[in-house]
């Protein structure tokens, strides 16, 4: 009998260096953004502290939404990975708010900035979060290659795989803010416009409350239980109405867990001279509810003579 050992790296190592990189330089951000006056300095500090915080629950709440279903939680734990999207969306709107004032003061009356100091820290900036890119897409790649052997673990691999090119584009964002902090301290280094401080943390506090309101309305779309943007209800209807056999389809709920795991339900009605073909007719529909992205389909099949109280729900 032979052994493979594989020793490649899971999405979650390059997650936890992200974590502890974005973290580390926050606090670096910070005390270089108070000692060269520069209010764009210390908005990034906040933004990469978020990031930091929005990557360690990340880690820490996959583990918890992956858990088996239990008594008490019976549609498992997928849900928990809401309760960081919101609590971080609602921080990061605060602190935009906090951050437009602090512009808003800083741009009445500019302050004497040191350019040099911003240009390195914005340098070392797309440094940290280039760094991090690197690793988790390398860490990515290396599980993607391991994961062949190991079917078992097909749909824990996939939310690794989405957390992680989630972050990878977060720490993308935050490339291109360093990129404007260095143009803005190039442009103050020759000119003296200390205003353009306060100008870039204007952009930054509405870059990030742009993107926690996409966020928070994102979240709350699917803790009201909406229907899943990607999945159109009319023409999975029309379709499940084209199916041999089916008479009407109604009842019909569609939601997600968590914004990946689509659950559906529905009432078909069928003829009774039809109910000898039930099992192909229920097969059928499972089969469209999944081409339609719906991983845990419901089905209640029912008779035309039958009077179902839920056809107006």
Not at 235 to 263: A, F, K, T
Not at 267 to 276: L, P, S, T
Request: include cysteine; charge should be negative; glycine fraction near 6%.
């Amino acid at each position: 009998m032979s052994h493979t050992h594989n020793h490649n790296h899971s999405p979650k190592d390059g997650l936890t260096l992200a974590f502890w990189l974005n973290l580390l330089f926050s606090i670096v951000e910070v005390i270089g953004g108070m000692a060269i006056n520069s209010t764009a300095i210390i908005a990034n500090a906040f933004h990469d502290f978020t990031d930091a915080i929005a990557i360690g629950l990340t880690v820490l709440l996959e583990k918890q939404s992956n858990k088996k279903r239990t008594p008490k939680f019976s549609y498992g734990f997928k849900r928990f990975s809401l309760l960081s999207a919101l609590s971080m969306s609602i921080f990061l709107l605060i602190g935009a708010i906090f951050m437009s004032i602090s512009a808003y003061k800083s741009f009445i009356t500019p302050q004497i900035i040191n350019s040099k100091g911003m240009l390195w820290l914005a340098v070392l900036g797309i440094t940290i979060n280039g760094l991090a890119f690197l690793k988790i897409k390398k860490s990515s790649e290396d599980s993607h290659q391991g994961e062949h052997s190991h079917e078992h673990q097909d749909e824990q691999s996939h939310s690794h795989s989405h957390n992680s090119k989630a972050v990878m584009l977060h720490l993308l964002e935050d490339v291109l803010g360093w990129a404007a902090v260095i143009v803005g301290a190039i442009v103050i280094h020759f000119t003296n416009w200390y205003w353009i401080d306060s100008l870039l943390t204007f952009a930054i506090a509405i870059f990030i409350g742009y993107n926690a309101t996409s966020n928070l309305i994102s979240t709350m779309k699917v803790l009201l239980q909406a229907v899943p943007e990607n999945i159109n209800i009319e023409e999975l209807s029309n379709e499940l109405q084209q199916i041999n056999g089916v008479e009407n389809i109604h009842d019909l709920h569609i939601w997600s867990l968590d914004g990946r795991y689509n659950i559906g339900s529905l009432h078909a009605v069928i003829k009774m001279e039809d109910q000898i073909q039930k099992d192909a007719i229920f097969s059928a529909i499972y089969k469209v509810m999944n081409e339609h992205k719906i991983q845990h389909p419901t089905i209640q099949i029912e008779s035309n003579t039958n009077s179902c109280k839920l056809v107006n729900c």
